[in-house]
């Protein structure tokens, strides 16, 4: 079985992010930069499928040159290779744009089953599986707590808020996955060793036939047009109590339009 995995290097949600007031778009230079948390919990799924019907795991990303970073994690983790498109035009692409350069790239793979988290952490758009599904014409099954892939046949458990669905779709699919489906596994020391050695392809938009005009900040359909840092913050509002301190505090609360 072939699987792809979606991957994505992102601003470590643990520091500050921060926007570039050049272009308005994330700053990723100056970021601690980190392989998409989602990602890894879909990289687990996809060698648990492997372990138990074979097949190989095939790391697929879009972004700028940092991201061998991501790469070479979910290689560490046990993928058996990965493909990387990095391009100049790509710089400010959005959501539908990296869904038609990931279709492209993904036309010139071999696979079964793509895989991918439910969200990015920079994002949290929760879009790509849809965008994906649509361009290929594969079905999605999306936000995955549970997967079982058997005769031919992807089945999930569809995490609800009130518990789950049972979903199931031929293959080729792709699915996301939440991170309550599984614990990733760490990288041993062998993993991360072995990673150096396995095939990293990189491939730009002239190699996926995909024209970089249509692609990038310019021709963005979404765009930040203005932001402003966190105000500071201010003094806490002190209510004396005097008999009547429920009543002024209710008033307050509705003040804010808390209540």
Known sequence: ??????????????????LDPADNTVARASSDNVINEMDEYAIEEALTVKEAHGGEVTVLTVG?????????????????????VV???????????TSAVLAAALSQLEYDL????AEATDSQMSV???LLSERLGIPQLSGARKLTVEGGTARIERQTDGGYWAVEAP???IVSTWDTINEPRYPSFKGIMAAKKKPVETRSLGDLGVDPSTVGLAAATTQVLDFAGRP?????VKVPDEGDGAQKFVEFLASQKIV
């Open 87 to 97: 391009d100049e035009a790509l710089h400010g692409s959005d959501a539908v744009q």
């Open 1 to 18: 079985m072939n699987i792809v995995v979606l991957v994505k290097q992102v601003p470590d949600s643990g520091s500050e992010r921060k």
């Open 232 to 236: 500071p913050k201010g003094e806490g």
């Open 171 to 173: 293959l080729p699919a």
């Open 114 to 117: 793509v895989l991918c988290g």
């Open 128 to 130: 790509m599986p849809a």
């Open 64 to 84: 700028p040159d940092t991201a061998t970073d991501a790469i070479r994690k979910a290689l560490s983790m046990g993928a058996d290779k990965a493909v990387h």
